[in-house]
Nanobody
Framework: QVQLVESGGGLVQAGGSLRLSCAAS????????MGWFRQAPGKEREFVAV????????IVADSVKGRFTISRDNAKNTVYLQMNILKPEDTAVYYC????????????????????????WGQGTQVTVSS
């Protein structure tokens, strides 16, 4: 069983930056693909970013490309989401997620972008960007 604990959410002005952290329990952290999704009021949960087990491969959504960066520190069992040049449209609850995702193809990443493929989720942290 994997437990995920998020931190770093809050209120920030447009153009500002925020870094989210997600700490995972267990000694097998490096066996898991880690990702971030977000959900705005009245909308479905959408993909934000994902990172491979060793951190060599990353994918980010087109809507945040060039502004958000995902990274991980396997020694600390932690994944990060650095968010820069924040926009009001980024306002949402942000969720950390994890799964072993055996068979995932990083060159054909549609599976990695589907929330239903992930087994473990954090509680969600609110990010609010004011204009």
């Amino acid at each position: 069983q994997v437990q995920l604990v998020e931190s770093g959410g809050g209120l920030v002005q447009a153009g500002g930056s925020l870094r989210l952290s997600c700490a995972a329990s267990g000694r097998t952290f490096n066996n898991y693909v880690m990702g971030w999704f977000r959900q705005a009021p009245g909308k479905e949960r959408e993909f934000v970013a994902v990172i491979s087990r060793g951190g060599a491969a990353t994918i980010v959504a087109d809507s945040v490309k060039g502004r958000f960066t995902i990274s991980r520190d396997n020694a600390k069992n932690t994944v990060y989401l650095q968010m820069n040049i924040l926009k009001p449209e980024d306002t949402a609850v942000y969720y950390c997620t994890a799964d072993d995702l055996d068979g995932a193809n990083w060159k054909l990443p549609s599976l990695l972008k589907r929330a239903t493929e992930y087994d473990y989720w954090g509680q969600g942290t609110q990010v609010t960007v004011s204009s």
